[in-house]
């Protein structure tokens, strides 16, 4: 069985939508929320930021900041690099997917989603009714 991500809840609050936005679209097929939506955009016009770098561009709490970007990872919409410092020690920079490919991603996304309601609905049968 496939892992569907997109919310059955937020995929017929979409549909809904004549003019749904790109942050609502992100959220609805990678099932996210709007914290983690808002730390991608952020990532988009400050790459390369650190945890700190980036809790203090969207006001939030560093432990937060990082759960939200586990959760990007995850979901192939973020990167973590390492950088050595000068003085030893090292940080972490992330960056986010670029916008084409995180297009491509949500495109997959959803294509995976679907096969895997088609093959429900085939699956049904006069028992399920």
């Not at 997109?6 to 017929?12: A, N, T």
């Amino acid at each position: 069985m496939v892992e569907a991500d997109p919310s059955p809840q937020r995929f017929r609050e979409l549909m809904l939508d004549e003019q749904p936005g790109f942050a609502d679209v992100l959220a609805c097929v990678f099932n996210i929320q709007e914290h983690e939506v808002r730390t991608f955009l952020t990532l988009q016009d400050h790459s390369g930021s650190t945890v700190a770098e980036l809790a203090d561009q969207l006001e939030r709490d560093r432990s937060n900041v990082n759960r939200s970007l586990s959760t990007l990872r995850e979901k192939g919409l973020a990167e973590r690099e390492r950088r050595l410092l000068d003085g030893g020690g090292h940080v972490y920079q992330y960056s986010a997917t670029p916008l084409p490919e995180a297009r491509e991603l949500m495109h997959e996304t959803l294509d995976e989603w679907t096969a895997y309601v088609h093959e429900r609905i085939d699956e049904f049968g006069e028992e399920d009714l």
